[in-house]
């Protein structure tokens, strides 16, 4: 059975977009079994160019948009990701882990850097969990 991972950052358009294309690789690598997506509660109306370019230029697919969260985004999700949202700004009443990273406005390289770390330490926690159970 699958596992639902919900990504979100305020605008859904760079922060969440690396991490769900980071955790994914890093998923597949593992052979987890999961879903993803990406959204936020005030989207932008298009993916940060810097972004998608950087995730390109290191061979990844781009396969998300900005969009709004919903509560029934959050109800259907086993795990919601925040990466710089707001708690009260996310419609659930669950668990949301949240990552701190620097903003990509002040430190791209550093923001994308601390994603990529948070996915992979994510898919192998999750590898650890999938062993013992």
Known sequence: MSTRV???CPHSAGKSLAAATY???????????????????????DNMSNVTEALRAQGYTIDWNPRL???????????VVSVGCELETIPTDG???????PMLSEDFDGSMEAIHRAAEALAADMTAQASTD
Do not use: K, M, N
């Open 95 to 101: 668990p949301v882990t949240e990552w701190d990273v």
């Open 23 to 45: 955790f994914r690789a890093a998923a597949i690598r593992a052979g987890l079994d999961v879903e993803l997506d990406v959204a936020g509660p005030d989207p932008d109306a």
């Open 6 to 8: 919900l990504f979100l």
């Open 69 to 79: 969260v919903t509560a029934a985004d959050t109800e259907a999700a086993d795990l």
